[in-house]
Every structure is written in C-alpha cells, then in structure tokens.
C-alpha cells in the first residue's frame, strides 16, 4: 500500500489525500456534529459492510442528519475508494458530517453535510499483546448518561472516551474500562469487554449503555455456533477481577485478550482456551474460511 498516494472519496469524488479537505466552518470541525462507521476489509471483502451501513443511517437519522446519498450510494462508494486504491485488507473510516455552518451551534444554518471515506491501514495493538493479553485498568471517566446522548449514536464526540485513554496513558496500558452512571460496566474507550465465568461467555446488556459492536455480535454469534453460553447482564468491577477470563472486541482490535486489570491478574494470567478458540473462529469468519 503506497500511503502516500491513497485517494479517499469526498463528497462524490475521488481526491489525492493531500487534497482531501473540508471547511474549518463545518460543524464537525466545530461542534463534533456528525456520525461515522469504523469498517474492516479481510481479503477484498468488505466485512458486514450492510450492518455498518445500516448503524450510519440510523445515527444519522436519530441526530436529524440527513446523508445526501442513499445506502446503495455509498455502499458502491466504498467499494469504488478500496479498488481505486487497490487494498484488500485495510480499516475503512466513513464519516458524515453536518456541513458547513455559520459560528453558532444552530444546525439550521448547515445546508449539505459533508461525506468522506478513508481507507488505510490501521494497528491497534502490537502483534505480541495478541498472543499474550494486555494489562488494562478501570477509569473514572464514566459513559455519557444515556439519556444525554443515546450510546447507540456513533458520533464524532468522543471526548469521554478520549479522556478515559488520557487514564490509560498515564497509567502505561494500552486501554481502559469506562463504567456507566449507575457504576456498572459498560464498554473500554475504544472496544466492547467480555469475561469468560465458569464457562459462559458474558458481556454487558444493551442497557447498559454500550454502543452495540459489530465485531461484538459477530463473536457472540460465534460463540453460540460453538455452543458456548452466552449471557448479556449487569457486571461490576468485581466481576471482572473475578473472571476466569476476559477479552475485547472491536473493529480495529477485533479480539484481544485481557491478562490484567488494575493490578489483578485475570484467570492464571495468560490467554484464556475460549478466548483462543473465539480468537480462531473470529478470523476464519472474516477470511471467509
């Protein structure tokens, strides 16, 4: 992949990515105003490209944003920036935002939202924590409050979760669990979060406040074709220090292993037997194997 040359599509059209610029007057730029997907493609196959696209539509649509391009549009778009690239395995970022405004928060003013797809490579992690687990901790930084803005809205504000990796950071691990505004687990910054208890697969519910991953539902598919338990309930932090096992998920980290957190060892301190078997199942289903 020539980085350097990588064309991404802007609002239509294929542009040098030098070139590839939107107005410091749009209120995604000002406001954080819009809605993306972050997508995978694994051996020139565009992996659940429909549920991606389908989530994009419907954060759009929760936010009043009208996408000036309908899902099979953009669908071919995507399409067409991976082959104009020649890319076969890369991360894919689409955006939508609201357009160009004026300096007041007033959405009203923002006549075309502005769409862009990149495609790239991405590394979330090095290799050697996917063999051997990451050390992650709990932050104070909470979720928003659902009731503030819905999790299921993928949006461009991610200052929570940002200054949640601010905790990480400074705590020298690559990741942190954010809890939400009842203190019960939710999601990391970045990824959804599994324990493996006494054989069952869990993960928090969609009540509490996580954003529903692709990458999530597709392991838990896997696990359930395996016939492994899989239960979506409140945990606590005391769940997770108790776990035989846990483990996240994520576009870009797809599924990694957790060895530690806050300090406590999880399980006898390596990669868990079903984590290595969901691990397995996960790539064989994204290489179409």
């Known amino acids: 992949m020539d980085i350097a040359n ?44 429909q549920a991606h696209l389908k989530r994009l539509f419907e954060s759009a649509q929760a936010i009043r944003l009208k996408i000036p391009f309908t899902m099979e549009q953009l669908s ?25 405004g004026y300096l007041g928060i007033s959405p009203k003013n923002c ?4 769409v862009f797809i990149i495609a790239d490579s991405i590394q979330m992690y090095p290799a050697e924590m996917y063999q051997n687990g990451m050390s992650i901790i709990t932050a104070s930084t909470i979720r928003n409050h659902p009731n503030s803005l819905s999790p299921k809205i993928k949006s461009l504000n991610y ?17 942190a669990v954010m809890l939400n505004h ?50 979506e309930k409140n945990l606590t932090r005391f769940d ?11 576009t870009g980290a797809e599924v990694i292993a957790v060895t530690m957190i806050d300090n406590r060892k999880i399980g006898d301190g390596k990669v868990g037997a079903v984590t290595k078997q969901l691990m397995e199942g996960f790539h064989r289903k994204v290489r179409g194997e």
């Not at 200052?159 to 990741?175: F, Q, S, T």
């Open 111 to 114: 006549e075309t939202p502005s």
């Open 182 to 231: 009842l203190g019960y687990v939710c999601e990391c910054t970045g990824d959804n979060i599994f324990i493996v208890k006494d054989g069952v697969l869990v993960t928090p519910s969609e009540e509490s406040g996580v954003l529903m991953g692709i990458t999530r539902q597709a392991v838990m598919g896997i696990a359930r074709a395996a016939g492994i338990s899989v239960v």
């Open 159 to 175: 200052l929570n979760n940002i200054l949640a990796k601010w905790e990480a950071i400074d705590a020298g691990v690559p990741e």
């Open 240 to 250: 997770l220090y108790v776990a035989d096992e846990c483990f996240l998920t994520g």
């Open 76 to 100: 071919a778009a995507l399409e067409e920036t991976l082959a104009a690239n020649k890319l076969r395995d890369c991360y894919i970022r689409l955006v939508v935002t609201r357009g160009i």
């Open 6 to 49: 990588l064309l991404v599509w802007l609002n239509g059209k294929l542009v040098p990515k030098g070139e590839a610029k939107i107005s410091v007057y749009d209120h995604g730029m000002l406001y954080g105003d819009g809605v993306f997907e972050g997508i995978r493609q694994y051996n020139g196959r565009v992996f659940e490209k």
